[in-house]
């Protein structure tokens, strides 16, 4: 029984689209607290901090961005280009204000401003630093004195002091004096790059860290060392806080003495007051995961907004980890970048958040609304599966390559997400895992040890953090299995492998059923039907088969992808299936017809997740270019813009229809070309020409006046006309007023111009050669007449 029209899907239209919006370089914050600033490749993009959203990029073709500043003024941004350039921004509109060289030898990477946002000072590393005037647009400074490359510059915050600082290779720390342009003292106890500098502008006091494991207290008046605070850890960046307010949620509550916020490698936040050299507060609870390279930076930046009293912390991995700098409390975080998207699924009562498994050991959990990111952290190795259930959309599974499977639950009132129960019984990596749908009883996995796994869920485990156990074990495939699924009433299992079956298990037992062969290469997905006793699978080879469970044949056979198909899913209760595949492209199939309504093209890659919303309203898809895609059905918007478009055009073919019954040939020309009718239109054209001079006369000021659109769809229909001798008059009266009334540059901005060029030079051609074969024997009409009458009147003479 075929399903109701109303009910099948036509297509679905991106509704989001998260793409990476940060992959490392500089981050920093607007005034407001309202916008970040982050390094993408060869682009500056601005985020939304509200809803995590790209909402404009500030890029420069061919032109890969180095570093960036803002100024102070919350408007102007300089960045430093591999070019050798340097550019000025207004960034709130994306525009560029001015662009000029940098005069540096090498490419400039370190940019700051000073407190008035009136001058600019790069430091490049050939060991110049060059301070610019943005507003009378010159250099006013060349710094010179330092070694190599330049890790930091910072103004002096009272801008009636007239200093600057900046640190280079050597270690040094140098003060020049900006009305002399020369050295007021060099602040020398470093022996590794320094990453941070903060000045305590009442005290006259400064703070340095590096990597060499230390924090310096410097005397900014004798130029000396005030105290060496050992830190054990290669500081990365350095931010002062408040000075005067107390913080006793963080052990700050000597406020007449100086306290930095210090990061480094091992990932946590770490507070000293600096005039004791002491360590007042050592954050516990922190979310930076540990990098795989041992002694690799793993906070790199962090970045302090006084209005919203946030602190941004970013991670190696391209995490931006928001805190409240009272209580170090977690607001917020973002994901900048995904790297490879192996896996997707709708998490959350109501479905409002999406667990993605990205190229990371973690899963990172998005709220649908504000894009909020929060990670989930447990396994050891990377994530490779995610899973749940509409039983309860709570509940959700992970399986990674450390061989464990986990179990998570999500609450609401407070949001947390905890793991609950975690298994080890895999001796190879778990690349798919399935939950049971009618109830949470059990789940299945798969395993790079080929043997399928069912595991006891029960409702104790369910609340507390406990072991699962395994109930069935079997040695499933001979080779990798990518694939498990869970039929709709938890009675049949099936699995899919690189060995090219897919098999049929009973869930109670895990005995064998049934084997489905016919593809030629792996098996990367198998789903069962919501509604149908069918199975189907997708494959290496390109095509989607739908199987039987009831004597386990081959039904049909999907062929459209080009590529392997890595992921299938039911829509429309059943009736059609949406497919997803290693071009990039995901396909919408109705079973009934094997027919492909619907391709839709938006990944630049492999898109390894795809994950239906169980009431078909949004899918989303993931894939290897690191984009998140929400796609939104769209088929009752399209049906209904359908139908308001036919009953338009009825209407407008009834007004077509009664000028031409008034003869008002003019207004039913301009219709004609607008409901895109050629043969009206040469009709009308035809009965024009039959009226004479006059109306040829209005014909031409009417075309003149028509749009670029319509000038161009007459052109199309007079380049068609001018192939056939009974109508290339009206073709050639077009061209001709065309001709005579617009210039080349106008005609040839109409887009079929170039196109129709070479077919209208070659039927002239022949048009002309035609009319000059007629012209010919109309010369010799006369001629022969007359010769004729001249032989019948010597004829009548020699009779007489």
């Known amino acids: 029984m075929a399903p109701p029209p109303e009910r099948l899907k036509a297509n679905y239209n991106v509704s989001v689209k998260l793409e990476p919006f940060f992959t490392g370089g500089k981050v920093q914050v607007n005034k407001d607290g309202e916008f970040l600033l982050c390094q993408c490749g060869d682009r500056i993009h601005v985020i939304d901090t509200k809803y995590g959203k790209t909402i404009r990029s500030l890029v420069q073709e061919e032109d890969e961005v180095i570093t960036f500043a803002i100024g102070l003024d919350d408007e102007t941004l300089v960045s430093s280009h591999k070019s050798g350039l340097l550019r000025h921004w207004n960034w709130k509109d994306g525009s560029v204000v001015r662009t ?59 801008p009636k002091m007239s200093m600057i600082f900046g640190a280079s290779m050597d270690c040094k720390i140098r003060c020049w004096d900006l009305k002399t342009s020369k050295i007021l003292g060099v602040l020398e106890g470093h022996f590794s790059a320094v990453t941070g500098f903060t000045i305590f502008t009442n005290l006259n006091q400064a703070v340095s860290s590096g990597r060499d494991k230390v924090l310096i207290h ?101 995490n931006i980890i928001v805190h409240q700098t009272k209580d170090l409390a977690l607001v917020k975080q973002y994901a900048g970048y995904n790297d490879d998207i192996l896996d997707i699924a709708w998490f959350g009562e109501g479905e409002t958040h999406l667990a993605v498994a990205t190229n990371s050991i973690h899963v990172k959990v998005y709220d649908i609304e504000t894009m909020n990111c929060t990670l989930l952290k447990g396994h050891t190795d990377l994530v490779l599966a995610l899973a749940t259930s509409k039983s309860d959309f709570s509940i959700l599974v992970t399986s990674s390559k450390d061989n464990s499977v986990r179990v998570w639950k999500m609450s609401q009132s407070p949001f947390e997400i905890s793991c609950i129960a975690q298994g080890n019984a895999h001796t190879g ?69 690189q060995d090219k079956l897919a098999k049929i298990w009973s869930s109670s037992d895990l005995k064998l059923l049934g084997v489905l062969r016919g593809h030629r290469r792996g098996l990367w997905a198998v789903q069962f039907s919501p509604a149908d006793q069918i199975l189907a699978s997708g494959s290496t080879d390109g095509n989607i088969m739908l199987w039987s469970l009831i004597d386990y044949s081959c039904l ?177 009266m077009v061209l001709n007023i065309l001709l005579a009334n617009h210039t080349p540059e106008e005609l040839f ?52």
């Open 218 to 318: 410097w005397d900014l008046k004798t130029y000396s060392q005030l105290r060496i605070i050992p830190t054990y850890e290669c500081t990365e960046s350095l931010v002062p806080i408040e000075f005067g307010e107390p913080m006793p949620m963080l052990n700050v509550t000597d406020v007449n003495n100086p306290h930095v916020i210090s990061a480094g490698e091992r990932g946590v936040l770490r507070i000293w007051n600096v005039k004791n050299g002491t360590e007042v507060f050592t954050q516990t609870d922190s979310l930076v995961s540990q990098p795989i390279v041992e002694g690799a930076p793993t906070i790199t930046q962090i970045e302090y907004n006084k209005v919203s009293d946030h602190l941004y912390v970013i991670t190696f991995d391209h």
């Open 429 to 497: 990596s778990v690349g798919s895992v399935a939950l049971s749908r009618s109830k949470l009883s059990f789940l299945v996995s798969g395993s790079q040890d080929t043997c399928l796994k069912i595991w006891k869920l029960t409702p104790i485990q369910v609340e507390g953090n406990q072991n699962l156990s395994v109930l069935h074990t079997v040695v499933a495939h001979d080779k990798d299995i990518n694939a498990v699924c869970i039929s709709p009433n938890d009675n049949l299992i099936a699995s899919g492998s």
């Open 100 to 158: 000029w060289k940098s005069l540096h030898l090498t490419p400039v990477i370190e940019i700051v401003f000073d407190t008035t946002t009136t001058l600019v000072a790069s430091g490049g590393t050939d060991g110049s630093l060059k301070i610019w005037d943005i507003r009378r647009q010159y250099c006013t400074h060349n710094l010179k004195g330092g070694s190599g490359v330049y890790s930091i510059i910072k103004f002096h915050p009272d």
């Open 556 to 732: 049909k056979t999907l062929e459209g992808h080009e590529s392997s198909v890595l992921r299938i899913h039911f829509v429309s209760k059943g009736y059609q299936l949406v497919s997803a595949a290693s071009d990039g492209l995901i396909k919408l199939w109705t079973i009934k017809t094997s027919e492909c309504v619907a391709t839709m093209d938006a990944h630049q890659s492999k898109v390894w997740a795809l994950a239906v919303k169980s009431d078909d309203s949004l899918l989303v898809s993931g894939a290897g270019d690191s984009a998140l895609i929400l796609w939104k059905d769209v088929t009752k918007e399209e049906r209904e813009a359908a139908v308001q478009e036919k009953e338009k055009r009825i209407l407008e073919e009834q007004q077509l229809a009664n000028l031409m019954q008034k003869g008002l040939l003019l207004e039913a020309l301009g219709l004609a070309i607008h409901l895109d009718q050629p043969f009206r239109t040469l009709n009308i054209l035809k009965e024009l020409m039959d009226q004479g001079e006059g109306a040829l006369t209005d014909l031409e000021k009417m075309v003149v006046k028509l749009s670029t659109n319509q000038k161009d769809s007459l052109l199309r229909y007079s380049t068609t006309w001018n192939t056939n001798s009974r109508h290339c008059h009206q073709a050639q």
């Open 749 to 800: 901005s109409l887009p079929s111009m170039k196109s129709a060029i070479a077919g209208l030079l070659m039927y002239n051609e022949r048009h002309m050669q035609r009319l000059s074969r007629l012209r010919l024997n109309t010369a010799i009409l006369p001629y022969t007449a007359a010769k004729i009458q001249a032989t019948r009147s010597d004829e009548v003479m020699e009779t007489n």
